[in-house]
């Protein structure tokens, strides 16, 4: 019994050895074999691959596919004619030689993102301050994209300390003035849509009133045209009406007589509560008094 528990814990023991002596490197990697802290071996190549047991070697993988770096810095640059401006970029890069990258960048993709992305806001700085704002929106940025590229590259590729890394492409995602600039020309702009519009109005407002004066002439005018119209044919109706009764009354006087007392009457008497003191005898009652007037026409 205890020689089949022994055989069972030196399988498992030999297993255990086994296994950690293997490793697998995926086609998106590359997988560096370190002894003693030394770098042994570089493994290229997808597939199963064999190495001491720890502590003797260990295995840690680099990301061999193309990466993208974005810009994450808002500080403006100036231009050569001291317009400060924010450039919004991005680099597409890869590992290329993992030994040389982890003995002078670092172990991982981060230190190489960090430090390939000062040399790339340097080379950017410089690019920029020798252009125009003119020349960075025009078809010269692609210009500017390769001359950062070149100096990059050759940041990053020197003899005494190569990087171990390849700046596949450059590109410019946005060219924008600062936000303080961008404040001062919305509010330039603010100001020059306000002063539009207030000569606009003060353009309508004038107008209005031209419109408002001149239906208010044609008003008056029709108005004037209408009360004198209006006169005319009440004239006319007037002497009409006084033809009218000068032949009614010409005809029988004593009818024009009785005619004239009653409208006499009709406006003293205009009021209920009206009170006259009249001699009776006066011919101001002549035609009451005279219940003949009728009989005599």
Known sequence: MNKIGFLI??????????????FVVDQRQFGVVYQLGQIKQVVTEPGLNFKLPPPFQNVSYIDKRLLTLESQDSEPTLTAEKQRVVIDWYVRWRI???????????????AGALQLNRVVRNAFQQEVNKRTLRELLSARRDELMRDVQRQVTGAIQSANQPWGMEVVDVRINRVDYAESIVTSVYQRMEAERKR????????????????????????????????????????EGDAQAAAAFSDAFGRDPAFARFYRQLEAYKASFSGKHDVMVVDPSTDFFGSLRNSNVGSQR
């Open 196 to 235: 539009v519009a207030n000569e606009l109005r003060s353009t309508g407002f004038a107008e209005g009133e031209a419109i408002r004066a001149d239906a208010d002439r044609q008003r008056e005018v029709i108005v004037a045209e209408a009360y004198r119209e209006a006169q005319r044919i009440k004239g």
């Open 96 to 110: 290329s030689d993992p030994q040389a990258y982890i003995r002078n960048v670092g172990v991982n993709e981060r």
């Open 9 to 22: 814990t030196s399988l498992i023991v030999a297993l255990a050895v086994a296994s950690s002596m293997l």
